[in-house]
C-alpha cells in the first residue's frame, strides 16, 4: 500500500472549510469584547489551540470565572462549526481547523500565548511569530 500523508487526505475538504474562515472567525471577535477572557489572555492564561479551541495555558492559576468563560465560548465555538460543517458536508474538525487557521494567521496579538500543532505553548512575540497549523493553505 502505496504511503499516503494525512494532509494529503484531508487538504480538499480542508480547502473548502478555509474558504468558510472569515465568516467563521466570529468566535475569535465575541471573546474579543469578553473582559474576563481579554484579561486572562493577557495574563497569559488563556490562548488560541490548533484545533479551533480556546485553551487554558498549563500551570496557570485560572479562576473558575475564567474557567467557565473559556468552557462557555468553546461551547458555542462547537456549535458553530457544527452548524456550518453540516452546510458545507465536511467534518466539525475540518471546520474547526480552518477555523484555526484564520486565527493562527491574522488574529494573535503580540504577546498573546497560542498552542501550536504539536502541542507545545508558544508566545508571539517580535522576535517569534506564529507558528502556523502544518493543514494551513499556504
Known amino acids: 500500500m502505496a504511503h499516503v500523508r494525512i494532509i494529503d487526505l484531508v487538504a480538499p475538504a480542508l480547502m473548502g472549510a478555509f474558504l468558510l474562515a472569515a ?3 466570529t ?3 465575541a471573546q474579543a469584547t469578553d473582559p ?4 486572562a489572555r493577557a495574563a497569559e492564561q488563556v490562548g488560541e489551540q490548533a484545533d479551533g479551541y480556546l ?9 473558575a470565572d475564567v474557567r467557565s468563560h473559556v468552557d ?3 461551547i458555542r465555538r462547537r456549535a458553530l462549526y457544527t452548524r456550518r460543517a453540516q452546510q458545507r458536508s465536511v467534518s466539525v474538525n475540518e471546520m474547526a481547523a480552518a477555523v484555526a487557521c484564520e486565527i ?4 494573535i496579538a503580540l504577546g498573546e500565548r497560542y498552542r501550536d500543532e504539536s502541542g ?3 508566545q508571539h512575540s517580535a522576535a517569534q511569530a506564529v507558528t502556523r497549523p502544518s493543514f494551513c493553505p499556504s
Open 23 to 25: 465568516a467563521l472567525a
Open 55 to 63: 485553551g487554558i495555558v498549563p500551570g496557570a492559576a485560572v479562576s
Open 104 to 107: 493562527f494567521q491574522s488574529r
Open 120 to 122: 507545545q505553548w508558544r
Open 27 to 29: 468566535p475569535a471577535r
Open 36 to 39: 474576563v477572557i481579554a484579561q
Open 72 to 74: 462557555q465560548i468553546n
